[in-house]
């Protein structure tokens, strides 16, 4: 007697959760491109470096994910070249902000490193032996750093 679940249950063990690693068979289908295009985009975008295991198979990183999603909608939405889309990628790495015109450009490469207002916020998601770690680290980077300063240049 074999029961047969329900199918919600059945697709849900079926799916990967938002971590896992992607084929490049399975990326192509999410982004709706052909997998040579995606082999063309890392040849093209050395940002772009899925791990490869035997075989030269492809496995990509949800972080390698979002940057081909943000790649195809940079060209096939916003109507970049391919140019284009390195130049955005290489002013966003760099941390200088895109002077094209357009707002949509600027929100695309906004800086990285600007702080948040909520920074000096201590996170709430440290166990406490991670916090004790952090502020042991903290103090003898202090102390390294009046060290530093003591040395004649």
Known sequence: MSEELPRSVAISR???????????????????????????????????????????????????VDLLRR??????????TIKGVQKVLKDRNGGREETRRTPAAREIVRPAHRVREDAGAPPTHLSPRQRQRIEAAIEELGSLRKVLKNIPR
């Open 14 to 64: 079926g799916a990967k959760s938002p971590g896992a690693f992607r084929t490049i068979s399975e990326v192509a289908s999410e982004l709706d491109v052909p997998q040579h295009v995606l082999r063309f985009w890392e040849s093209k975008f050395n940002q772009v470096k899925p791990m490869k295991r035997g075989g030269g198979r492809r496995y990509y990183r949800p972080e390698d």
């Open 71 to 80: 790649i195809r909608s940079l060209l096939y939405d916003e109507g970049y």
